[in-house]
């Protein structure tokens, strides 16, 4: 077992497809200025607010796991 | 340190196989490839300001100075057993409280057939089981959690079966081998209670013999299942002498398909406990003839998904001809 368990490689849950299986609302995050400068060496560009697709799962049948 | 952690059991959320975010209890954010990645490595710029704080409050989480407990983490299988059986179970099959079960092997096939059988009405088991849980076995043995890794398969199911379902259930922490299976049988066999056997452990000498002791008994009954090369096969229920034992024959399709390796999953071991949980409740009530398996083996075939049930043969079998 890796020290991290959410590390790449670790648990995965596969979602099903994105138009039977949720409801989603989404929120807007402001970044802090240390994670504006992180995400810009990131994705190379400038970015102050994260908006974010929050997603309830509405049954088992809408994601597979491993 | 950040003022935020991120639970060990949020995961890496996919869609198709593109990485489009993180997933804890049934709850999905999505974010781009690279924060998701970041996320979950642990970056620790991430998990500082409104942005952890969110996390925090949608779960996804915990504060660094809280002392994480199990009670805090998401077991599914724990989820799964409250959904299934949410208490004891009430007596449907008086039949089945006039045996004894006693479960050689308590894998995925022959820990969920006792359960079945502790559903449906059974009251008195004798379980059997040399192995502890690890880790990777919890994915077939749904009704145990993280907290019985390292615990004796036998004792840990013996305390599900008491505590879920109120059965008496006695553990035997003792690997089921050729050499051992002749004593078990012989001390389990002494009570009042009629004994009806489940033989499904993996280790095969010890299955060929425990079959063919179980074989020679007058009136003893058995079901033995397990894996056999590309099938799962279940059979026969025995309660006289000319049953022919479907073991020997088994063995031949071993060699059938050597590339295939069949998987020991949750689906495939619970579709099989049910038929040993189904015949064995049908002979409770009905009798020796109640059974289809009766003379008759039933296979599961994992490549085509197909089940069927054949006549069993005495050719070749080395219990019916040793």
């Known amino acids: 077992m890796s020290e991290n368990p959410n590390a790449p490689g ?22 802090t200025e240390e994670q504006s400068n992180a995400l810009e060496e990131l994705i190379g560009e400038r970015v102050e607010e994260l908006n ?15 | ?49 409104p942005l952890g704080m969110w996390l925090a409050q949608a779960g996804l989480a915990y504060h660094a100075d809280r002392r994480l407990t199990g009670s805090d983490l998401i077991d599914r299988n724990q989820v799964f057993a409250d959904a299934l059986c949410p208490g004891p179970a009430n007596p449907c099959a008086p039949g089945l409280a006039r045996h004894r ?18 559903a449906l009405g059974a009251q008195e088991f004798v379980v059997v089981d040399g192995d502890v849980i690890e880790f990777s076995n919890l994915n077939r043995l749904i009704w145990a959690t993280s907290s019985d890794v390292g615990k004796s398969k036998a004792f840990a199911l013996a ?10 259930a006695v553990p035997l922490s003792t690997r089921v081998s050729a050499r051992s299976s002749s004593q078990i049988l012989r001390e389990a066999t002494a009570g009042t209670l009629a004994s009806t056997w489940v033989v499904t452990m993996d280790e095969s000498e010890g299955a060929r013999q425990a ?8 009136a003893v009954a058995y079901v033995h299942a397990g ?19 479907p073991f020997c024959d088994s063995a031949g399709w071993r060699f059938s398909s050597p590339q295939f390796v069949a998987p020991s999953a949750a689906p495939n071991n619970l579709i099989a406990a049910s038929m040993v949980a189904a015949q064995l409740l049908r002979v409770a009530r009905l009798g020796p003839t109640g059974t289809f398996l009766k003379a008759q083996r039933w296979e599961f075939d994992l490549k085509s998904g197909a089940a069927k049930t054949s006549p069993l043969t005495s050719s070749g079998c080395e219990v019916c001809s040793p």
């Open chain 2, 227 to 245: 894996y056999v090369g590309a099938r799962i096969t279940v059979g026969p229920y025995a309660a006289t002498s000319e049953d022919p034992c």
């Open chain 1, 10 to 31: 670790g648990p995965t849950v596969r979602l099903a497809g994105p138009a039977r299986a949720t409801t989603g609302h989404v929120v807007s995050i402001q970044l």
């Open chain 2, 159 to 168: 305390a599900h079966l008491a505590q879920r379902y109120g059965v008496s």
């Open chain 2, 211 to 218: 079959v063919r002791i179980l074989h020679g008994l007058p």
């Open chain 2, 1 to 49: 340190m950040p003022p935020y952690c991120l639970r060990p059991d949020v995961r890496a959320a996919y869609l198709s196989s593109e990485l489009v975010g993180v997933e804890r209890a049934g709850l999905v954010l999505r974010l781009p490839e690279p924060i998701t990645r970041a996320v979950l490595a642990g970056d620790p710029r991430f998990l500082v300001g």
């Open chain 1, 52 to 66: 974010m697709m929050v997603e309830d799962l509405e049954d088992l049948a809408d994601l597979m796991t491993n």
């Open chain 2, 101 to 118: 079960f006693i479960v050689l092997g308590c894998g995925g096939l022959g820990s969920n057939a006792a359960i079945a059988l502790a």
